[in-house]
């Protein structure tokens, strides 16, 4: 198993059907507690654990989820009141290393998640089918569909959980 990709890499390149939209959204709206239920019970101890060698211990896995899906929850805002905006990646090795991410508890982040994805299932269920075919272009990435970014971050909360429960079974925790 590949510790860093334990549900598979994401696929740009895969087209997105429409009547695949309502499960990746129920994916969006299932992430965080997906993402609560994989820390449940941990010690500071186990959260300060690496989920791999040489990768982020759990905590700092946690505090990267909210930091990854506001910064998608601003793209699908801008892609839907600008004509194919340009939005800037960050480094988000950098924003792990930082204190927040490294000691501050794994709660703020949860909540954080909970109160972000209820705003954006709500914007989700009520955009047109021609919403997600709108785009922006990604500094690292390219040209990216709506479509195709809600499909992205439904992986990405499944990746991430994946992340920290592949760790808890292999500590046995």
Not at 167 to 172: Q, V
């Given at each position: 198993m590949d510790l860093s990709y334990p549900i598979g890499r994401f696929d740009f390149s895969k087209p997105v059907p429409p009547d695949a939209r309502p499960l990746l959204i129920a994916e969006i709206e299932a992430a965080p507690a997906r993402l609560r239920e994989a820390v449940r019970g941990l010690s500071?101890?186990?959260l300060d654990t690496p989920y791999r060698p040489g990768?982020?211990?759990v905590r700092q896995v946690v505090h990267h989820v909210p930091d990854s899906h506001m910064n998608s929850y601003i793209r699908f805002h801008l892609a839907l009141t600008e004509e194919e905006p340009a939005v800037?990646?960050?480094d988000?090795?950098?924003w792990a290393e930082l204190p927040d991410a490294r000691t501050g508890p794994v709660e703020i982040s949860l909540a954080l998640l909970d109160g972000l994805h209820t705003?954006?299932?709500a914007l989700l269920r009520n955009l047109a089918e021609s919403d997600f075919e709108r785009r922006f272009r990604h500094s690292e990435i390219g040209t990216v569909r709506l479509d195709t970014n809600l499909a992205l971050y439904a992986w990405?909360?499944?990746h991430h959980a994946a992340?920290?429960?592949g760790?808890?079974?292999?500590?046995?925790w």
């Open positions: 500071d101890q186990q990768g982020w211990t800037k990646g960050y988000e090795k950098k705003r954006w299932v990405h909360g499944r992340h920290i429960t760790l808890r079974e292999r500590m046995g």
